[in-house]
């Protein structure tokens, strides 16, 4: 069982729908949670970080992490062609070491 | 500009024939990693660095080196390199507890 589970997807949803977007995990360790945005033939970009448990909002952007379901999501509101692209999620268990497990990436459609 | 560079950004070599792929952050960052990125199976850590002369080992990093002399550099070194290493390469730095900067990725063929 990988340590980190990602549905690959690809999602096509329409222009404005909320998108929903999730891993799950198997390492009760883990107190990062990240998640990035992967535009074909570019590096991933950060958008959204997220300590231990809870929920965060950025915009139309919003990451919640639930310890106890070892969850974490990220969802879209208004989503825009623009939001294309393949998103990852990430781990890594707090002090003293630096190693990340990312999720596969689930591609996401958004149609005009 | 604050940026991760990464070169070459593609590279087609022989097996056996000893390479370096280059990482240079201009941001005074602490943490900087190599990753390597393949279909189906993802991101996966191939070496870490948590400060100058302080390296670690991520997921998949047989075959592969690492130096980190200076704070801003953190070059990744295939001694022998292998038709199974050939992947996307990524770079990334940050001062936090996240990732926050990728290079551009460097592709490289192994024949």
């Known amino acids: 069982q990988k340590e980190v589970e990602q549905d690959p997807g690809p999602l096509s949803v329409p222009e404005g729908a909320i998108v929903s977007l999730n891993c799950t995990y198997s390492?009760?360790?883990?107190?990062?949670f990240m998640w990035y945005r992967q535009y074909s033939r570019k590096g991933p970009e950060l958008l959204m970080y997220t300590y231990s448990s809870g929920n965060k909002e950025d915009g139309r952007f919003t990451a919640q992490v639930d310890k106890s379901s070892k969850y974490i999501s990220l969802f879209i509101r208004d989503s825009q062609p623009s939001d294309s692209a393949t998103y990852l999620c990430?781990?890594?268990?707090?002090?003293?070491?630096?190693?990340?497990?990312f999720g596969t990436g689930t591609r996401l459609k958004v149609l005009a | 500009e604050a940026q991760v560079t990464q070169n070459p950004r593609y590279l087609i070599t022989v097996t056996g024939k000893k390479l370096t792929v280059t990482c240079s952050q201009n941001?005074?960052?602490?943490?900087m990693s190599w990753y390597r990125q393949d279909p189906g199976l993802g991101l996966r850590q191939i070496y870490y660095?948590?400060?100058?002369?302080?390296?670690d080992k991520g997921d998949v990093p047989e075959g592969y080196k690492v130096s980190r002399k200076e704070k801003r550099n953190f070059p990744l070194i295939l001694e022998s390199p292998s038709p199974n290493q050939t992947s996307l390469y990524f770079c990334?730095?940050?001062?936090?507890?996240?990732?926050?900067?990728f290079g551009q990725g460097t592709r490289l063929t192994v024949v």
């Open positions: 390492n009760s360790a883990f107190q990062y």
């Open positions: 660095s948590m400060n100058v002369e302080v390296t």
């Open positions: 941001m005074n960052h602490e943490y």
């Open positions: 990430a781990m890594r268990v707090t002090s003293g070491t630096y190693k990340y497990i």
């Open positions: 990334a730095s940050s001062s936090e507890g996240a990732e926050a900067f």
